[in-house]
Nanobody, 115 residues
Framework: QVQLVESGGGLVQAGGSLRLSCTAS????????MGWYRQALGKERELVAE???????KYADSVKGRFTISRDNDKNTVYLQMNSLKPEDAAVYYC?????????WGQGTQVTVSS
């Protein structure tokens, strides 16, 4: 079994920063793409950023220049550095990992941005 555990969410003022972390554990041979998605109240889950095992990254247009995704393959951990946060960034952020056994999701961490 594979578990993804997120941390780092919380309440921040607009313009502030947060860093999310997600660590995978369990029956892992190798992890391909890892990513962050978010779901705001009443909206569909959307891609925020993802990073391949080779380090190639992809970002949603709304976060380009403000968010940075990175990963530590030795620790099976992916990070999301979020700067210049806006109220519209508020959502539950979910970690996703593509592993040989399939797609796995974390339980989510809440990010709240006050204006």
């Amino acid at each position: 079994q594979v578990q993804l555990v997120e941390s780092g969410g919380g309440l921040v003022q607009a313009g502030g920063s947060l860093r999310l972390s997600c660590t995978a554990s369990g029956s892992i041979f190798s992890i391909d793409t890892m990513g962050w998605y978010r779901q705001a109240l009443g909206k569909e889950r959307e891609l925020v950023a993802e990073i391949t095992g080779g380090g190639n990254t992809k970002y949603a247009d709304s976060v380009k220049g403000r968010f940075t995704i990175s990963r530590d393959n030795d620790k099976n951990t992916v990070y999301l550095q979020m700067n210049s946060l806006k109220p519209e960034d508020a959502a539950v952020y979910y970690c996703k990992a593509l592993i040989l056994s399939g797609i796995h999701w974390g339980q989510g961490t809440q990010v709240t941005v006050s204006s």
